[in-house]
């Protein structure tokens, strides 16, 4: 089955504790990106990959790392978490247009 | 920097009647128009698109519409039904990939 999967789902942590949210497509995609979605400011893109070791900064980036070292994984780690950051976050991929996305990611960080 | 302004922000219609969301975004250079629909708790999921080079989509009861010229787009769905209900939001993005989204339209149709 044609899917994209994030993990953890849920997650609460504290303030200044790494974490790393994992996202893994299994289409070929080449585009993947990752997406924060808080209420009444709809999606704001925070990273994107165009290919394996091409990523760029999308419109929030600040406070978030990504890497792309396989084609079918992007993970978004965040290096030390603030509460700012508590939000929902969902992982895509794309071949070209339309974006799958992934389940979400429920972040709490205190 | 680019941006992607959306209205309304909640709609309600009655079942049968038909929704217009509109959007309009800053960046001449974009060229790619997606339409997602966010049901509660569950992912976005592309339901309609358009490129530059097209000015109408149409998919059912669903269609967008774009004018290039003034920026602007719109997503059309007649004869509403309830299963319609959700959060609907538009993007924009150009060859670079980088996506702008709307702030989303929480459509309420009312039987």
């Known amino acids: 089955e044609a899917q994209v999967t994030q993990n953890p789902r849920y997650l609460i942590t504290v303030t200044g504790k790494k974490l790393t949210v994992t996202c893994s497509q299994n289409?070929?995609?080449?585009?993947m990106s990752w997406y924060r979605q808080d209420p009444g400011l709809g999606l704001r893109q925070i990273y994107y990959s165009m290919n394996v070791e091409v990523t760029d900064k999308g419109d929030v980036p600040e406070g978030y790392k990504v890497s792309r070292k396989e084609k079918r994984n992007f993970p978004l780690i965040l290096e030390s978490p603030s509460p700012n950051q508590t939000s929902l976050y969902f992982c895509?991929?794309?071949?070209?247009?339309?974006?799958?996305f992934g389940p979400g990611t429920r972040l709490t960080v205190t | 920097g680019e941006n992607v302004e959306q209205h309304p922000s909640t709609l309600s219609v009655q079942e049968g009647d038909s929704a217009v969301i509109k959007c309009t975004y800053s960046d001449s250079a974009s060229n790619y128009f997606p339409w997602y629909k966010q049901e509660l708790g569950k992912r976005p999921q592309l339901i309609i698109d358009i490129r530059s080079n097209v000015g109408e989509k149409k998919d059912q009861r669903i269609a967008v519409t774009l004018n290039k010229t003034a920026k602007h787009f719109s997503l059309h769905i007649t004869e509403t039904q309830p299963e319609d209900s959700a959060v609907y939001f538009c993007a924009a993005t150009s060859g670079t990939y980088k996506y702008i989204f709307g702030t989303g339209t929480r459509l309420k149709v009312l039987a």
């Open positions: 895509a991929s794309s071949l070209s247009g339309e974006q799958y």
């Open positions: 289409m070929n995609h080449e585009y």
